[in-house]
């Protein structure tokens, strides 16, 4: 089982709109959560980094919250682009140096006009 | 800046073949990392090395992958005899400390296709 769980899977939402992404974890001792963006055909793009003294990371129309207690994060993205269509990954790192991050496996988001 | 730049983009070979990825790290940049999305699965560290040396390659799974970072600039993985298991999307991402703030850079992956 991964030791990082996305969720949904996939999302479509229209253009204009919120959404959340969420994101479980069981990484510890816990460094540092970052939220990616991939869009097809590229690598990975990072969007925010929290560490443990954190709840909350803005980056433009992106916004991470964590809560370390309960070991979740969330990705709320407002007023949704076309362009936000892409895969977004949730990065957990473990105390050890970053060769302990560990990936979820993303969620799928498509903007619809 | 230039970016990480990984090439070839694509490639496709027959089971049994040898393949060599590349990857040129951003200029200046020590420490580089490889690794790889298996499809359907989450993206999983291969290995890191620091300027030419090998940091940590847990992470390479068996024998057959082989990465060398001769002069500390850019590097190469290896993979021979390819395996259909292998195929997937190689990253290669670097940053200049281990700790960067906002993580690595990414390179667009190489994605490899055994058949």
């Known amino acids: 089982k991964n030791q990082v769980e996305q969720s949904p899977q996939s999302l479509i939402i229209l253009e204009g709109k919120n959404c959340t992404l969420q994101c479980n974890y069981t990484v510890s001792p816990f460094s540092n959560l970052r939220w990616y963006k991939q869009d097809t055909g590229r690598g990975p793009v990072s969007l925010t980094i929290?560490?443990?003294?954190?709840n909350t990371k803005s980056n433009g129309r992106y916004t991470a919250t964590l809560d370390a207690d309960t070991k979740q994060s969330s990705l709320h993205i407002t007023a949704s682009q076309l362009s936000d269509s892409a895969s977004y990954i949730c990065v957990v790192s473990a105390y050890g140096g970053n060769n302990d991050m560990r990936f979820g496996a993303g969620t799928r988001l498509t903007v619809k006009p | 800046e230039a970016g990480v730049t990984q090439f070839p983009s694509h490639s496709v070979i027959e089971k049994g073949q040898t393949v060599t990825l590349r990857c040129d790290p951003i200029?200046?940049?020590?420490?580089l990392y490889w690794y790889r999305r298996v499809m359907g699965k989450e993206i999983k560290f291969l290995l890191h090395f620091v300027k030419e040396s090998k940091q940590d390659e847990s992470g390479m799974p068996n024998n057959r992958f082989l990465a060398e970072r001769t002069g500390g600039t850019y590097s190469t993985l290896k993979v021979q005899p390819a395996e259909l298991e292998d195929s997937g999307v190689y990253f290669c991402a670097s940053s200049p400390d281990p700790q960067a703030p906002y993580g690595y850079t990414f390179g667009s992956g190489t994605r490899l296709t055994v058949v």
């Open positions: 200029s200046g940049h020590d420490n």
């Open positions: 929290m560490t443990f003294s954190e």
